[in-house]
């Protein structure tokens, strides 16, 4: 299964756009690369995902590098509620099931 | 589209008695759907994966026999923990997965806290 490496923790200030990066150098080429995001005590919240392009929604971007061993999540005006634990997870596919495992993500702090 | 439900939100039970916790899918049919549990201040871990209809596949470490889960149709699982102890006390997650649905195919839960006394 790939791995992934996040930094335990981030600070980033209201407005600015805050970057996650993610590092998963194993990844093979028909992974997916997800993020997900916790705040406290509730369910995980799904941001992006994708394969090898860059991706962008009304939450955030993804951009991908072109070897696929990193990632870096962006979002471009960081507000207090985007305050959470962020998890970069690369889907893994073992006898069919498709299992995300979830690494120890990044606390991120969005300070006023 | 694409909600999960899962009741209860929270329980307290007493040591040795069981507990269980329903994950439904709303508005879509779920092939799959997964069980985590979550210690505080730690990364949520995988439990176990369900298919309607056919037995869970437990992850390493986690016993059969005490987190039972059934998967009776395509909308619901559930988790039941056997013969409580405190160090059950969690925070438990479930996840369903349609191919195609919104968000990448996977939808969690809420959560549910359960406190073992």
């Known amino acids: 299964d790939a791995k992934t490496t996040q930094p335990t923790s981030m600070d980033c200030a209201e407005g600015r756009a805050a970057n996650l990066p993610c590092n998963h150098s194993t990844i093979s080429g028909n992974e997916y690369v997800y993020w997900y995001r916790q705040i406290h005590s509730q369910g995980p919240q799904y941001i992006i995902h994708g394969l090898k392009n860059n991706e962008t929604n009304e939450m955030a971007s993804l951009i991908i590098t072109e070897d696929r061993k990193s990632s870096t999540l962006i979002l471009p005006h960081a507000t207090l509620r985007d305050t959470a634990v962020y998890y970069c997870?690369?889907?893994?596919?073992?006898?069919?099931?498709?299992?995300?495992?979830f690494g120890q993500g990044t606390r991120l702090t969005i300070n006023p | 589209g694409a909600v999960v439900s899962q009741h209860p939100s929270w329980v307290i039970c007493k040591s040795g008695t069981s507990v269980k916790i329903e994950c439904r899918s709303l508005?879509?049919?779920?092939?799959?759907m997964f069980w985590y549990r979550q210690f505080p201040k730690q990364s949520l871990m995988l439990m176990a994966t369900?298919?309607?209809?056919?037995?869970?596949?437990?992850e390493q470490g986690v016993e059969k026999d005490k987190f039972l889960i059934n998967h009776a149709s395509l909308t619901l699982s559930t988790l039941t923990v056997t013969s409580a102890h405190p160090e059950d006390s969690s925070f438990y997650i479930c996840?369903?997965?349609?191919?195609?649905?919104?968000?990448?195919?996977?939808?969690f839960g809420s959560g549910t806290r359960l406190t073992v006394v």
């Open positions: 996840s369903a997965y349609s191919q195609g649905a919104i968000g990448g195919g996977y939808t």
């Open positions: 997870i690369v889907r893994v596919a073992t006898r069919g099931a498709q299992k995300l495992v």
């Open positions: 508005d879509f049919q779920a092939t799959t």
């Open positions: 369900s298919n309607e209809g056919s037995k869970a596949t437990y």
